[in-house]
């Protein structure tokens, strides 16, 4: 069985603070994509990032970067000084490369970040 | 130009009331999914569709039925509506590559309310 828990219910930032958002995942199989998705308070889900199991390396885009650790199993999401638009919820969420798939996501992360 | 569009936005019926969600995506994707968020923004698959048929049906009750007429759509009815099926619903599309599975993108979601 596959599960994604993000420990972290609700966060709250000031402006400028660095951020991290945890995620721990479990899954019996040797291949199989991380997600991370946002939700802002318009309720959209939108894309962040797509993350293989065999490519561990680093990501950063602008102020958003991942950490995963295959030791772990853990995909972690780190804002850099963050902003009060970056408010939202956010999902870690994983699904299987074999046979068909479905997203399995985690109970999400509400980021509050103010002024 | 949305790539995954869904009708209405928002929902308000009476119990015992039939509804109908509609779905239909523009990315070329072979699978297409219905997902549940619920009042705690805890997000669940319900269906999965690949190429028009029905691949994943997890644990959802008989009153609610999907209908694929071909690859770009995906609609969701819902008979003898109930007060617990008020939630967020989300259609999503995605497409298996020869890489593997892409990312799930998601429609805006329909609030269903039912009174």
């Known amino acids: 069985a596959q599960k994604v828990t993000q420990a972290q219910t609700e966060i709250s930032v000031v402006e400028k603070e660095d951020v991290t958002l945890d995620c721990v995942y479990e899954?019996?199989?040797?291949?199989?994509?991380l997600f991370w998705y946002k939700q802002p308070p318009s309720g959209e889900l939108v894309f962040l990032i797509r993350?293989?199991?065999?490519?561990?390396q680093n990501e950063i885009s602008g102020r958003y970067s991942w950490n995963f650790q295959k030791s772990t199993s853990s995909f972690n999401f780190t804002i850099t000084a963050s902003q009060v638009v970056d408010s939202a919820v956010y999902f870690c969420?994983?699904?299987?490369?074999?046979?068909?798939?479905?997203?399995?996501f985690g109970t999400g992360t509400r980021l509050l970040v103010s002024p | 130009d949305t790539a995954v569009s869904q009708t209405p936005k928002y929902l308000v019926t009476q119990m015992g009331n039939d509804k109908s969600i509609k779905c239909e995506q523009n990315?070329?994707?072979?699978?297409m999914y219905w997902y549940k968020q619920d009042s705690k923004k805890f997000l669940k698959i319900m269906f999965s569709?690949?190429?028009?048929?029905?691949?994943i049906n997890e644990t959802v009750p008989n009153r609610f039925s999907p209908k694929s007429p071909d690859k770009a759509h995906l609609n969701l009815h819902i008979n003898s509506l109930e007060l617990g099926d008020s939630a967020v619903y989300f259609c999503?599309?995605?497409?298996?590559?020869?890489?593997?599975?892409?990312?799930?993108?998601f429609g805006q979601g329909t609030r269903l309310t039912v009174v």
């Open positions: 993350r293989n199991s065999f490519d561990e």
């Open positions: 969420a994983l699904v299987r490369n074999t046979g068909f798939q479905k997203l399995v």
């Open positions: 999503a599309s995605s497409l298996r590559d020869r890489v593997g599975v892409t990312e799930a993108f």
């Open positions: 899954t019996r199989d040797t291949t199989y994509y």
């Open positions: 569709y690949n190429n028009k048929e029905l691949i």
């Open positions: 990315l070329g994707h072979d699978t």
